[in-house]
Each structure stands twice: as structure tokens, then as C-alpha cells.
């Protein structure tokens, strides 16, 4: 089992008074020991989530020229539509072209399609045409709006177990400036990821607020040890749960109370077989790695928004380690060294 807590979300949705501040106060504890937290009864129906991983799948079973016909812009912060192998390479705070470059010598495996609200005006969305993939807009514009509402639940939730105003969070985010994030990875030889000759996704953390995370029961998401640094443990899979995770701006905020830890996707844990029970190689008799899915969900706050450290987590003895961002300042330098 892993090592981050499961929390029911239960009793913050639906008990009293007291059953929504101690649910939270455990929401913030997780965050703050391990920035990670599992949540169950999260508010995001199993059928739900089924019919999500299936349209990705879909999606991404389409023949190459099909998903081309939503390419993702040659600006980074524009962060819509199809994105093949090798287009994006997540980085951590490099910026610089050279070592961009150099890093770019081992490219993503994967392939992504990314969405955000509909009537965005900035970055709109970048559809494939419907005749391609009936009805597969109507539904991610609901799974959008789905998560929306989950993630204000969950912000509130840790404003709350923080001791503070139970909308402070939530006022942050009321434009919907957030994200789905469609990621197919394909199988490929376990012994070279390992190795890191190639990478699903390199360690980083996210941009933003918080992540709320789906993903199937392939496995390879690690995440690095709060207290060592360089040490990934395994974030399995869980069932009837999501994988919720902060990001940089709760860091900024709580002055490194709360840690926007760093993870990755990696090969698996080892094994011989694939979920038929065949061996799980190609010609060669390399063992190759399941096709994974996951699909996040990125909570952004207001784009014009300035993300500056909460009273009461710096003073005298604790200086601010963060000067004041611009929201989506920040997105959009972290999305442009990406691509």
C-alpha cells in the first residue's frame, strides 16, 4: 500500500460542522506531510470516470492523422488540443534554450489532448471535428465542469482545516481557469525507462493550485520522498479514488508550510505478464510496459489573480521565500519552457 493517507470526503460533503473541520484539518496534515492525499467519496461518479477513460481511449486508438486535426498551437500557453510524441518535454524550472535542449535529447513518451472551459476566450479550446468523435465535446465540457465543482469542495475543505475562511481558497478560482489533461501513454521497453534512456515524464511539480488525478491500474506514478530528497515511492492505484495533489501557488501561499512535491510516471512495478497473461514482450524479447492512461484535472487560480504569502506564515522569524505572481503569468512561463 502507499504511503499517502485515504481520506473519505464523505463527511466534509454531507456531516456536521465538526465532521468538515476534522476532514479537513486531515486533508491539510497530508498535504502539508506528504503533498499527496487519496480521497474516496469524492463527489466524481465511477460511471463517470469510466465513460472518461474510455473516450480517451478512443481518442487515442484514432488513426494519427485524425488526432491531428486538433494540433496543439506552437505557443505553450496556449494549452489546447493534440499533442504528439516528443511535442512536450515537462521540465522543472529550466527556462534556458541550451539546456531545454539538452533535455529534449530524451523525449516524453507520450501523447496528450488538453481542454479547458468552453467559453475561454484567451486560450479557447481546440476541437476535433464532431463527425470524428461524436459527442466526445458534450462530455468533457460536463467532466470539466464535474471536477470544477469537486475542486472548490476540496479548496474549501483546506481552508477550513487551516483555520481560515472557509472561501478564501475558493474566491481564487471562481473563473474555471482550469484544466483536463487526456495522456496516453504507449507501451515501451521497461529496461530503457528504467535506465532513463527514455521517460514518460520527468520529475516536476505542477504549475498551480491543485491536481486532481485519475488514473488506471497500469501504475509508474512516483512521487519524491517530503523528508528525502531523490527517493520516489509508488502512488498506486486505488480504486474509487483520486489522487489529489497541491501544486506550486499552495506552496507560494502557505511560504513552504505546504510542499508542491515532486513526481513522476515511470515504468511499473515488474512483471512478467500483461493483464491477459501473455508475456509482455516484443520481437526482440524486450519486456515491454502496459499502455497507461491518466487524466488530470489542473485548478488554476483566476488568471488575473496575484498569488502572494497568507498572513500568519511569515513574520519576524519567517521572511516570505516567494515574491508575489501573477496567476497566469506563472502558467504560462511554466507551459512555454514545456514546448
Not at 523528508?227 to 489529489?244: D, E, K, L, R, S
Request: charged share 25%.
Amino acid at each position: 500500500m502507499s504511503h499517502i493517507p485515504v481520506v473519505d470526503f464523505a463527511p466534509f460533503r454531507e456531516g456536521s460542522p465538526a465532521d468538515a473541520k476534522a476532514t479537513g484539518q486531515v486533508i491539510f496534515e497530508a498535504f502539508r506531510d506528504v503533498g499527496f492525499v487519496y480521497l474516496k467519496n469524492h463527489g466524481v461518479p465511477q460511471g463517470v470516470v469510466d465513460d472518461a477513460f474510455s473516450w480517451s481511449k478512443k481518442l487515442f486508438d484514432l488513426p494519427q492523422s485524425e488526432k491531428e486535426k486538433a494540433p496543439h498551437p506552437p505557443e505553450g500557453w496556449w494549452h489546447r488540443g493534440y499533442s504528439g510524441m516528443g511535442r512536450e518535454k515537462v521540465t522543472q524550472m529550466v527556462f534556458d534554450k541550451e539546456n531545454l535542449g539538452e533535455l529534449r535529447k530524451i523525449p516524453d513518451v507520450k501523447e496528450s489532448f488538453d481542454i479547458g472551459r468552453e467559453d475561454d476566450k484567451i486560450t479557447p479550446n481546440i476541437w476535433l471535428p464532431e463527425s470524428t468523435m461524436p459527442g466526445f465535446r458534450a462530455f468533457f465540457n460536463s467532466f470539466f465542469q464535474i471536477n470544477h465543482k469537486v475542486g472548490q469542495d476540496i479548496l474549501r475543505a483546506l481552508a477550513v482545516g487551516m483555520d481560515m475562511d472557509e472561501n478564501f481558497f475558493e474566491s481564487y478560482h471562481t473563473m474555471q481557469d482550469n484544466q483536463i489533461r487526456l495522456l496516453h501513454y504507449p507501451p515501451v521497453e521497461e529496461e530503457l525507462l528504467r535506465q532513463g534512456k527514455k521517460e514518460r515524464i520527468a520529475a516536476h511539480t505542477d504549475f498551480a493550485t491543485m491536481t486532481l488525478l485519475f488514473q488506471d491500474d497500469v501504475g509508474g506514478l512516483e512521487v519524491e520522498d517530503i523528508h528525502q530528497a531523490g527517493v520516489f515511492n509508488p502512488v498506486p492505484y486505488i480504486p474509487g479514488t483520486i489522487v489529489v495533489n497541491i501544486g506550486d501557488f499552495l506552496m507560494r501561499w502557505s511560504n513552504d508550510t505546504l510542499r508542491s512535491t515532486m513526481h513522476r510516471v515511470r515504468a511499473p512495478p515488474a512483471t512478467n505478464v500483461d493483464e491477459e497473461g501473455k508475456e509482455k514482450c516484443d520481437g526482440s524479447g524486450q519486456r515491454m510496459s502496459r499502455a497507461r492512461y491518466s487524466i488530470p484535472y489542473f485548478i488554476a487560480a483566476n488568471r488575473k489573480k496575484v498569488i502572494d504569502c497568507l498572513p500568519g506564515c511569515y513574520g519576524p522569524d519567517k521572511s516570505k521565500k516567494y515574491e508575489p505572481i501573477n496567476s497566469g503569468d506563472y502558467v504560462a512561463m511554466r507551459l512555454n519552457a514545456s514546448y
